[in-house]
Nanobody, 126 residues
Framework: QVQLVESGGGLVQAGGSLRLSCAASGRTFSMFAMAWFRQAPGKEREFVAAISWSGGTTYYEDSVKGRFTISRDNAKSTVYLQMNSLKPEDTAVYYC???????????????????WGQGTQVTVSS
């Protein structure tokens, strides 16, 4: 089992920045590929970004490329999502998720991931 706890959400004006954190516990963090998804009201949960177990490979949804950066610190068992140039359409609950990283090659489907945090709200005002 892996427990994931997100933090760092909040209210920000358009053009602003936030950094989300996801702290993991329970099993060896470096074994897992990590990802961020988000879900806006009335919409399906969608992929935002992912990172391999080593941090050497990252993946991004097209609308966040160049604005968001995913990173990880395996010594701290934490994954981050730096979000810059935020837009109102980025408003959503952001979820951290994990999957065994040994065979991970990037997946944009929520059904590929095994462990989920409780989510953190990000609200971007116009």
């Amino acid at each position: 089992q892996v427990q994931l706890v997100e933090s760092g959400g909040g209210l920000v004006q358009a053009g602003g920045s936030l950094r989300l954190s996801c702290a993991a516990s329970g099993r060896t963090f470096s074994m897992f590929a990590m990802a961020w998804f988000r879900q806006a009201p009335g919409k399906e949960r969608e992929f935002v970004a992912a990172i391999s177990w080593s941090g050497g490979t990252t993946y991004y949804e097209d609308s966040v490329k160049g604005r968001f950066t995913i990173s990880r610190d395996n010594a701290k068992s934490t994954v981050y999502l730096q979000m810059n140039s935020l837009k109102p359409e980025d408003t959503a609950v952001y979820y951290c998720t994990a999957v065994d990283g040994r065979y991970y090659s990037g997946s944009y489907s929520q059904y590929h991931y095994d462990y989920w945090g409780q989510g953190t709200q990000v609200t971007v005002s116009s």
